[in-house]
């Protein structure tokens, strides 16, 4: 139906840069909000950025002014930037994406998760 593949984790040191990707494809008709969410060893997958298809944009307070979320409705892809990594930032990052299908109406997809990985 519809996969998302998520691109660009890796190791990096703080202080360092990362461009992550995550690109939709299948039956798609339109995709409505789309997001990343990251879940570190023993806790809870959480919200990181998220984007509208209008462009508004939400962030955790613990990337406000590190992490810049957009998209390429063209493309059906959402990046995340994330500068000034942070050991703690180091994590599996997914993407999730709200897609109206072309023939199995609305629904929430996932990514299978790209590690990024910050050294101190």
């Known amino acids: 139906q519809v996969q998302l593949v998520e691109s660009g984790g890796g190791l990096v040191q703080a202080g360092g840069s990362l461009r992550l990707s995550c690109a939709a494809s299948g039956s798609i008709f339109s995709i409505n909000a789309m997001g990343w969410y990251r879940q570190a060893p023993g806790k809870q997958r959480e919200l990181v950025a998220a984007i509208t298809s209008g462009g508004s944009t939400n962030y955790a307070d613990s990337v406000k002014g590190r992490f810049t979320i957009s998209r390429d409705n063209a493309k059906n892809t959402v990046y995340l930037q994330m500068n000034s990594l942070k050991p703690e930032d180091t994590a599996v990052y997914y993407c999730?994406?709200?897609?109206?299908?072309?023939?199995?109406?609305?629904?929430?997809?996932w990514g299978q998760g790209t590690q990024v990985t910050v050294s101190s």
């Open positions: 999730n994406a709200e897609v109206e299908t072309t023939g199995w109406g609305r629904a929430w997809y």
